[in-house]
């Protein structure tokens, strides 16, 4: 249209070689008009710029990166982190700082000299990037100061997952030629929106908490709040104890009825760990489960779960209380891991029991994070004769054509959804049509957390066919739960 217009254009333009090379040009098309004013020809003039260009962004790159590791600098972070604040603000979403300086780095430097610890800054500087996420960002401000950007974690303790992983990855020595050195650092954290609105702020309370860490004794990490602090503590505490916890026998499990609904006859428990600490009482999982699974401590802990729950299935046979299955979770790393399948097949032979005896529950989620390796476990499980549940149904991905897959018996009704059936539509046509899909698949429904006795209604009316919850009873101590099923049983037959 310019050309048109005026007779003239200039631009830049990617443009093709002969060879197939592109190449970045500066064009200048000029209009040459016969003696009527019409145009008889265009001249092009052009330079190839694709080096010039080139230099820009090699110099853009340098002007936001450190030279030494590459790393983005700070002028960089500040920019990331005044987009991030901004995408909070907006959208009510978290964001942490994590404040980095190496301990005792200068010792290092002076003895070793420079090159040597500018070697030890980029080894950092790629174990740092290592054991982060790729949407988190590693700065390196100058020195042996580091910045970490964590957004949207989930949870605090997510953050402090990542700061023990930082401090695990930098535990190995660094090799530095004739020189093996180790490294530590102290980590401060700060939080928005809890610990500051803006940049400054939170940069100013993440380093405070890092002179915590370094007074703390260095090679850890600290949370600028006193609350974020003490949470970090007990974790961990729990975490260290819990390596021997198993050990000591401090894990137990409590065992939850299961009750067939359209006859009120009890069907089976669900074992559910519990950990008996000496001095902070009795744990509940949803505290140390999570660390479990991160540490992977979770894969011991579940294959003792498995022994034990079998054991009990035994003694209690033998005392003369009627066959039933007892359901067992698994978490996603005993899934996909190459543990499970001996253990199961373990437990039924020592304790000379039919694979009818275990269930096996497992997520959904947990299924579909690595679905063909988690597949295939669960195939080979079936063929020792244990069923397999999936737990919390309807809270993960809840494919249907997924779950046509998946070699399983039951499914289990989320809580959540049967919490408000008498009162909310929505949740109970959830519920009716995961009742209509699992009968067109031929699978056991069970609904967790019933409370009442109008919710067990409803979901006998609904043909589901059974129920586990506090209505029935709670996760009792083994010797309650053999307690509870006797008197469930008598009652039972003075009905029938
Ligand atoms: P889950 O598998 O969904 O277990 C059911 C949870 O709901 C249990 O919590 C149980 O006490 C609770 N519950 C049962 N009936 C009711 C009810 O009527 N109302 C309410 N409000 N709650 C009810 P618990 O024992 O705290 O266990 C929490 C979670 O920890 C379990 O959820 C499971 O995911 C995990 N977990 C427990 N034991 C193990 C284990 O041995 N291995 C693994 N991997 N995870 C376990
Ligand atoms: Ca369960
Ligand atoms: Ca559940």
């Given at each position: 249209r310019e050309l048109k217009a005026t007779g003239r254009w200039k631009g830049e333009l990617w443009n093709r070689r002969k060879s197939g090379e592109v190449f970045l040009e500066h064009q200048t098309i000029t209009m040459v008009p016969g003696p009527d004013g019409k145009p008889v020809r265009y001249v092009a003039v052009f330079n190839d710029i694709t080096e010039l260009r080139r230099k820009d962004e090699r110099i853009r790159h340098l002007a936001y990166h450190?030279?030494?590791?590459?790393l983005p600098n700070r002028q960089l972070l500040h920019d990331r982190l005044d987009h991030a604040l901004a995408l909070c603000r907006r959208e009510s979403k978290t964001l942490a700082v994590m404040f980095l300086d190496l301990d005792r780095f200068k010792v290092i430097n002076d003895t070793l000299g420079h090159d040597v610890g500018d070697n030890l800054l980029r080894e950092v500087a790629t174990r740092l990037a290592d054991a982060v996420r790729g949407t988190d960002t590693v700065a390196r401000l100058g020195g042996d100061e580091f910045v970490v950007l964590v957004e949207h974690p989930d949870t605090t303790g997510a953050v402090a997952a990542v700061a023990e992983k930082i401090i695990r990855a930098l535990a190995a020595p660094v090799d530095l030629g004739p020189h093996k050195v180790h490294v530590t650092t102290s980590i401060g954290i700060s939080f928005y929106p809890g610990d500051g609105e803006d940049l400054t702020e939170l940069m100013k309370n993440a380093d405070t908490a890092m002179y915590a860490a370094k007074a703390a004794g260095r090679n850890t990490y600290h949370f600028f709040s006193a609350a974020m602090n003490e949470r970090a503590q007990w974790r961990l505490e729990l975490e260290n104890e819990m390596r021997h916890a198993v050990e000591r026998g401090d894990f137990q499990l409590h065992y939850q009825p299961k009750v067939e609904?359209?006859?009120?006859r009890p069907c089976g428990a669900e074992a559910l760990i519990r950990w008996n600490h000496p001095t902070k009482g009795l744990i509940s999982p949803a505290d140390f489960i999570p660390m479990a699974e991160e540490t992977g401590m979770i894969v011991e802990m579940g294959e003792w779960a498995i022994l034990e729950a079998c054991g009990q299935m035994r003694r209690w046979l033998d005392a003369g209380l009627p066959p039933m299955t007892v359901a067992v979770n698994v978490s996603t790393r005993q899934l996909t891991g190459p543990g499970l399948y001996s253990i199961v097949a373990a437990a039924l032979e020592v304790n000379d029991l039919?694979?009818?005896a275990l269930e096996l529950e497992v997520t959904e989620s947990g299924v579909m994070d690595q679905a063909e390796r988690a597949i295939a476990m669960l195939e080979g499980l079936k063929t020792l004769g244990v069923s397999i549940a999936v737990d919390?149904?309807?809270?993960?991905?809840?494919?249907l054509s997924y779950l046509r897959k998946l070699p399983i018996n039951t499914v289990k009704i989320d809580r959540s959804f049967v919490m408000d059936l008498e009162t909310n539509e929505q949740d109970a046509a959830i519920v009716r049509t995961i009742l209509a899909m699992a009968q067109t698949l031929k699978l056991n429904v069970v609904a967790e957390g019933v409370e009442t006795a109008a919710q067990a209604a409803m979901l006998a009316e609904a043909n589901c066919d059974m129920a586990q919850g506090f209505h029935y009873?709670?996760?009792?101590?083994a010797p309650a739960f053999a307690e509870w099923l006797r008197a469930a049983t008598a009652r039972q037959s003075t009905l029938a």
């Amino acid at each position: 249209r310019e050309l048109k217009a005026t007779g003239r254009w200039k631009g830049e333009l990617w443009n093709r070689r002969k060879s197939g090379e592109v190449f970045l040009e500066h064009q200048t098309i000029t209009m040459v008009p016969g003696p009527d004013g019409k145009p008889v020809r265009y001249v092009a003039v052009f330079n190839d710029i694709t080096e010039l260009r080139r230099k820009d962004e090699r110099i853009r790159h340098l002007a936001y990166h450190d030279p030494l590791t590459h790393l983005p600098n700070r002028q960089l972070l500040h920019d990331r982190l005044d987009h991030a604040l901004a995408l909070c603000r907006r959208e009510s979403k978290t964001l942490a700082v994590m404040f980095l300086d190496l301990d005792r780095f200068k010792v290092i430097n002076d003895t070793l000299g420079h090159d040597v610890g500018d070697n030890l800054l980029r080894e950092v500087a790629t174990r740092l990037a290592d054991a982060v996420r790729g949407t988190d960002t590693v700065a390196r401000l100058g020195g042996d100061e580091f910045v970490v950007l964590v957004e949207h974690p989930d949870t605090t303790g997510a953050v402090a997952a990542v700061a023990e992983k930082i401090i695990r990855a930098l535990a190995a020595p660094v090799d530095l030629g004739p020189h093996k050195v180790h490294v530590t650092t102290s980590i401060g954290i700060s939080f928005y929106p809890g610990d500051g609105e803006d940049l400054t702020e939170l940069m100013k309370n993440a380093d405070t908490a890092m002179y915590a860490a370094k007074a703390a004794g260095r090679n850890t990490y600290h949370f600028f709040s006193a609350a974020m602090n003490e949470r970090a503590q007990w974790r961990l505490e729990l975490e260290n104890e819990m390596r021997h916890a198993v050990e000591r026998g401090d894990f137990q499990l409590h065992y939850q009825p299961k009750v067939e609904l359209a006859t009120g006859r009890p069907c089976g428990a669900e074992a559910l760990i519990r950990w008996n600490h000496p001095t902070k009482g009795l744990i509940s999982p949803a505290d140390f489960i999570p660390m479990a699974e991160e540490t992977g401590m979770i894969v011991e802990m579940g294959e003792w779960a498995i022994l034990e729950a079998c054991g009990q299935m035994r003694r209690w046979l033998d005392a003369g209380l009627p066959p039933m299955t007892v359901a067992v979770n698994v978490s996603t790393r005993q899934l996909t891991g190459p543990g499970l399948y001996s253990i199961v097949a373990a437990a039924l032979e020592v304790n000379d029991l039919p694979p009818a005896a275990l269930e096996l529950e497992v997520t959904e989620s947990g299924v579909m994070d690595q679905a063909e390796r988690a597949i295939a476990m669960l195939e080979g499980l079936k063929t020792l004769g244990v069923s397999i549940a999936v737990d919390d149904f309807g809270t993960g991905y809840s494919s249907l054509s997924y779950l046509r897959k998946l070699p399983i018996n039951t499914v289990k009704i989320d809580r959540s959804f049967v919490m408000d059936l008498e009162t909310n539509e929505q949740d109970a046509a959830i519920v009716r049509t995961i009742l209509a899909m699992a009968q067109t698949l031929k699978l056991n429904v069970v609904a967790e957390g019933v409370e009442t006795a109008a919710q067990a209604a409803m979901l006998a009316e609904a043909n589901c066919d059974m129920a586990q919850g506090f209505h029935y009873a709670r996760p009792l101590p083994a010797p309650a739960f053999a307690e509870w099923l006797r008197a469930a049983t008598a009652r039972q037959s003075t009905l029938a």
